[in-house]
T-cell receptor
């Protein structure tokens, strides 16, 4: 089944303890992206990647890191989590073929709580 | 900067009604527009994708239209059912000067739909 898989689904951690949220897609998509969703603020892009070794900041990149060493994986790293990073996180991916437009497929989300 | 607005913010209707959700965007240089459904605490499920060159897309009881020049899209749901209750999100993907896209989605705040029996 074509899908974007995020792990873990739920995570409670303490301030300052480094964590990684994994994201993997099996659709050979070039584009991958991370979003966070907060009440009243909607979905905001954290980082995105257009292909292997090509990443760039989105609207709210502070406090996050990403890497794209393989096409299928796009982990989100919080080096020193803080309570304001408590949120619902989504990974998404999309094909890109020149002028043809494709839609995004989203993962099921990771609910992160930082105490 | 692209801004996406969805109206209404919330909608409550009896089962069986036909309804329209609205999405407007400020920058008409879009690559495509995608409608999603989100159940509480869950992920986003893609409903319909409209390319910038298209006027509408249909899937079952859903029909989405796009008027790029006026910066508007509508999602039409026919014969609504309680199972349609969810938040509906509109997202636009911008095009760049070359007519391609860097892929960033800009989302509206969503319309919370409740369909009661």
């Amino acid at each position: 089944e074509a899908q974007v898989t995020q792990n873990p689904r739920y995570l409670i951690t303490v301030t300052g303890k480094k964590l990684t949220v994994t994201c993997s897609q099996n659709m050979n998509h070039e584009y991958m992206s991370w979003y966070r969703q907060d009440p009243g603020l909607g979905l905001r892009q954290i980082y995105y990647s257009m292909n292997v070794e090509v990443t760039d900041k989105g609207d709210v990149p502070e406090g996050y890191k990403v890497s794209r060493k393989e096409k299928r994986n796009f982990p989100l790293i919080l080096e020193s989590p803080s309570p304001n990073q408590t949120s619902l996180y989504f990974c998404a991916s999309s094909l890109y073929r020149g002028s043809l437009g494709y839609g995004y497929t989203f993962g099921s989300g990771t609910r992160l709580t930082v105490v | 900067k692209q801004e996406v607005t969805q109206i209404p913010a919330a909608l409550s209707v009896p089962e069986g009604e036909n309804l329209v959700l609205n999405c407007s965007f400020t920058d008409s240089a879009i690559y495509n527009l995608q409608w999603f459904r989100q159940d509480p605490g869950k992920g986003l499920t893609s409903l319909l994708l409209i390319q910038s060159s298209q006027r509408e897309q249909t899937s079952g009881r859903l029909n989405a239209s796009l008027d790029k020049s006026s910066g508007r899209s509508t999602l039409y749901i026919a014969a609504s059912q309680p199972g349609d209750s969810a938040t509906y999100l509109c997202a636009v993907r911008p095009s760049n000067a070359g007519g391609t896209s860097y892929g960033k989605l800009t989302f509206g705040q969503g319309t919370i739909l409740t369909v009661h029996p």
